[in-house]
């Protein structure tokens, strides 16, 4: 995954492209200062994923880099933020193996 690395303001960010995760053209905003992540929609909390143009092993491969940024708040495309704990349950959904 490609990152671009960037200043909003105060806060560094890093532009993560997860392409061919949920759709073409994903991308995951990480604001280590904040300790939070935006996940778009490559979280889709409540709901069942839908692959677009993308593939299962794009998706997994993007949950595991959210994951990995350890931010304890995280930002789905739809519905509550949520924690690390949940985003791993929605990466370890059965429909993803």
Do not use: K
């Amino acid at each position: 995954m490609c990152a671009e690395h960037a200043q909003l303001g105060n806060s560094a960010v890093e532009l993560i492209e997860a392409a061919w995760a949920h759709a073409e053209g994903d991308v995951i905003l990480d604001v280590p200062n904040e300790d939070v992540v935006c996940a778009g929609g490559v979280l889709l909390i409540g709901d069942h994923s839908i692959v677009w143009d993308g593939d299962i092993d794009g998706w997994i491969a993007a949950c595991d880099r959210i994951l990995v940024t350890g931010a304890n708040t995280i930002v789905p495309g739809h519905r509550p933020m949520i924690d690390q704990e949940s985003a791993l349950e929605f990466r370890e959904r059965p429909y993803f193996r």
